[in-house]
């Protein structure tokens, strides 16, 4: 209700282990504003581990419209990191196959990231870097391999200038807003659990810094969106 409130139309919903894989899929079920991906977070390590193919059957599905959440994390996890490294491989190989975006978190490990994206013919299956968190180098190469970069409520942090930075010069039509609920909820909640509701203040605060329209960020990043998840489908006005 209150996401409907903030005009907040559309939900992904994604996820971080095979675990809770089947709630994830039964909200995109339940509700037809709500999407899901399928994969298992870099800093997961309690859960069992996915092979290519059951990535791919289990993307198989309408409700399925990315591989992810992937990626690298060198701040959280420590020590021989190639477990990570080879995860996020079978993540981009299950992405190409099945022609489904990837959502790939980096931290702490932005040129192993980029690396190993293009290693695997990333730019293939395409994706975004969700939560963004790098420098406009580190975008402007992930732009380059065709994927969209995506700004979460650190966006509007007064100390995230490199992060502001890329919100002003990233174009508009590569450009996402998410929560990364429960976290990093924006200015003027910043410490508080967040909430779909708040990505609008997400939008705002781009707005801002581009010199344009909360319209104009909405429509853009509603048409991004749809773009680049393209298994997603609009409800009917």
Known sequence: MQAQ?????YLLCV????????RVRELAR?????FASVGIHP??????????NELVNL????????IGETGLDYFRSTGEL???????RRHIEASVQIHKPLIVHSRAAPDDTLSILRECGADQAGGVMHCFAEDWRVAREALDLGFYISFSGIVTFKNAEPIREVARKAPLD???????????????????????AYVRYTAECVAELRGVTLEAVAAATTANFFALFRAAQKLEN
């Open 5 to 9: 409130q903030n005009q907040v139309a």
């Open 15 to 22: 996820s971080v282990n095979l675990e809770d894989f089947p």
């Open 30 to 34: 339940d509700y037809r504003h709500v």
């Open 43 to 52: 800093n997961e390590r309690d859960g069992r581990e996915a092979t290519v």
């Open 59 to 66: 993307a198989d599905d309408p409700d399925i419209v990315a």
């Open 82 to 88: 190639e477990w990570q490294r080879e995860r996020f």
């Open 174 to 196: 590569r450009i996402l807003i998410e929560t990364d609920s429960p976290y990093l909820a924006p200015v003027p909640f910043r410490g508080k659990t967040n909430q779909p």
